[in-house]
């Protein structure tokens, strides 16, 4: 099949979509999304548990790991209430959950997905699935994007292959070897936003259970992490909000070789003084009150039980009765627990990639390449990932934006196709 376009955009996700939609809505040049998968969108129908977290009600560039300055910038080009703005015009108003995750009224992913594919349609866009691109050859001015089914000739190229995570949905990271030989670097790559695994039992009685905690993580003695949130017990080891957003300084640091430590502090907001005065004072004002009474008044009872276990204290002895040692020992237990984590349970269950191409290496104002002219990168596909609450997904509308707009305003109709021919 020999073809052209003026712009061609690989990858049909969110960052995708939404860069091939503002660029047709930018200029009348003929867009063409290439997308390896059979269905196309298989990111967004899964996440938010299929109901799809589009943005949060504030974004600000410390919620994402990566260089600020650039962050910061792409950010103000589209931010939160403007994707708010455009959803309402697809037709998907949004609404605020207590938590500041925006989600769709209809509460389905599928609306999003259907809505940005309207849009599609209505803009003439082609969109073009199970045609897996495997190169993007820089020739005479143009590129020639060579798919499974012969290659098309495009005057620019908008990369929004993504990263490594949850390769169910098609992401592989192949889109970072086509940019290596474009002549990007492509930093080391970890998951991230992914649940731990916890070697021991500990864990498994206390699957199902959450509440909030102050996570805290040291590589080699030096805090490299703090935070708080909700923690998730789970079969395996712990999730939740907290987990996933500490994971990439976890698995980022153990992959450096360095010695990981991750402490968990039940009684947030209390320092371990604090909550041994706690202790004191409780056990001098109710002295016969079992010491698991004591705790389930502030921590589930499954909790309280495996912490005084796990201090080696009887759950059934009396407050008077709790010897120094032993209330110190609960103490550390309380405020300072130590996660056994072993490993990240992988990219199957990453919501996201730490790492990719350097921020550096695109023009914040146009996700233009400096190293490939007539080349945007958008998405996943960066040295950028955000907190779990909606923050990727507007990293992915605002890369969008910025570069399909920009690839509109630049880019001129390409020169007829050669008659060269890609098996």
Known sequence: MEDQCDIAVIGGGAAGLAAG???????????VVLDGAAQIGAKILISGGGRCNVTHDVVRPDDFNGAQPVVRNILAAFDEHATQQWFAALGVPLKREDTGKLFPVSDSARTVLEALLRRCAALGIGIREQHRVSDVVRTGGTFDVVHQHGFLRAARVIM???GCSLP???SDGGGWEIVRRLGHTVTPTFPAL?????Q???HAGLSGLSQPVELSTFADGGLIDRRTGSLLWTHFGVSGPVVMDASRHWVIAHAGGRRVVMRCN?????SFEQVERLLMDAARVRPRASMQRLLAERLPDRLATALLVAAGVDPGVRAA?????QRRALVHALTAFVLPVVRARG???????AGGVPLAEIDYRTMASRRVEGLHLVGEMLDCDGRIGGFNFQWAWATGHVAGRAAAAAGGPAPAPSRRVIA
């Open 194 to 198: 992914v649940p731990l695994v916890l």
């Open 266 to 270: 039940f009684l947030r907001g209390h």
């Open 347 to 353: 990219w199957d269950f990453a919501e996201v990639t």
């Open 160 to 162: 929004a292959t993504g």
């Open 168 to 170: 169910r949905t098609g």
């Open 21 to 31: 939609i503002f660029a047709a809505e930018t200029a009348p040049h003929r867009v």
């Open 200 to 202: 021991g039992g500990v």
């Open 321 to 325: 009765q709790l010897s120094r040692l």
